[in-house]
Structure formats: structure tokens, C-alpha cells
């Protein structure tokens, strides 16, 4: 699994890319039998919002990758930048359950 991490209105601090990689690198273990296929690339985005709160600073982060034609996407708003990350994580690790279910009763 390769996975690019593009920073938009915030800094890429090593201690982030490190917690990225590591969240939805986790993912790879679920992804091990499409990955016969071709690797699989995820692309990550995280923002600190440029709308105003009163309470605060926003950040987002949105995960995308594709296995063949279908495509997986997550997408969460937070105020801390990693509950953010893990509850895409938890999206995308939701969704290639779906996928495998379905998959697999189709194989039948």
C-alpha cells in the first residue's frame, strides 16, 4: 500500500505523517487479497478549515483509493486533526468489509 498525504492550511509535522501512515497503513491487512491485483494507493488529505468557528480551529481529513472500479472514500470533520484521521480509518475499514461480503457472495 502506498499512500500520499497532501497538507492544506497546516503544516505536515513528522509526528502527523507518522500517525497517517500508521492509521491507514492498518488498513493494509484488510486490502492483502486485492493487492494481487496491483498496489493499492490511498490518498490522503488533511485541512485545517478556513471557515470560521467561534469555538475554535476545524481540521479535516479525507481518505480515497480505488480497487478496480470501486472506489472507497471517507471523509471527517474534528477539532483534533487525529480523531479526525482515525474516524476515516474507521469509515474506509467499514466500507472494504462491505465490499469483501459482497465480493464474496458473488464468488458463490
Known sequence: MQID???TNLD???SIQEYIETKIGSL???????????EI???VEIAK???HYKDGDVFYAEATFSIGKKSFRAE????????AIDKVKDKLQQEIK?????????RI
Open 5 to 7: 498525504i497532501k497538507a
Open 12 to 14: 505536515l509535522t513528522p
Open 28 to 38: 493494509d491487512h484488510f486490502l492483502t487479497s486485492f493487492q494481487s491485483q496491483s
Open 41 to 43: 494507493k490511498v490518498f
Open 49 to 51: 478549515n478556513t471557515k
Open 76 to 83: 471527517q470533520d474534528n477539532e483534533d486533526i487525529r480523531v
Open 98 to 106: 462491505k465490499f469483501k461480503e459482497i465480493s464474496q457472495d458473488f
